[in-house]
């Protein structure tokens, strides 16, 4: 219940955030480990984001 709270508040600040901005949010997926270029770790690997997603049913 914790986490699942925790998570709801998170979304909520998301969702805040994006509307005062007057960015549209369809959905908000938490993904636990974000897939990052291993020489510096400052790049999304973005295709094995995809994949992740997709194998785990959230896209």
Known sequence: L???????ER?????RVMGKNGLPVDEVIFFPDIPMDPRHRSKVEYAILRKELKDAGLV
């Open 2 to 8: 914790g986490n699942r709270k925790l998570g709801t």
């Open 11 to 15: 979304e909520a600040e998301i969702r």
